[in-house]
């Protein structure tokens, strides 16, 4: 099982970059896919997270309005929009999976994942 995220990049403020998070070794078809950023000395931040079978989404109040997540018709991919980039958002994104539903509080927080890929950095500059 192998998690991928990739589309990171740098941008300035203002800008748009789209992520994507593609598996080997399984299905997303019945799990929750989550992004998660994290910067040096700070905790992992869960940033939004989609329930494929229901298509669920959900999103951390620094990004709502500017983040959509998504997944492709074959639901083997999962995508981060990301727009209206401020200096704050720059991290390391990381996808992640797990197998199982939840509310926001629970899809958003890293502990019930157990599938993360390597991730991919993102640099917003001012």
């Known amino acids: 099982v192998q998690l991928q995220a990739y589309g990171g990049g740098f941008v300035q403020a203002g800008g748009s970059l789209r992520l994507s998070c593609a598996a080997t070794?399984?299905?997303?078809?019945?799990?929750?896919i989550g992004w998660f950023r994290q910067v040096p000395g700070k905790e992992r931040e869960g940033v939004s997270s989609?329930?494929?079978?229901?298509?669920?989404?959900y999103y951390s109040d620094s990004v709502k309005g500017r983040f959509t997540i998504s997944t492709n018709s074959a639901r083997d991919t999962v995508n981060l929009e990301m727009n209206g980039l401020k200096p704050e958002d720059t991290a390391v994104y990381y996808c992640a999976a797990f197998d199982g539903f939840g509310s926001a509080g629970r899809v958003l927080g890293a502990d019930v994942y157990n599938y993360w890929g390597k991730g991919t950095l993102v640099t917003v500059s001012s």
């Open positions: 989609i329930s494929i079978p229901y298509g669920r989404t």
């Open positions: 070794g399984f299905y997303f078809d019945d799990r929750t």
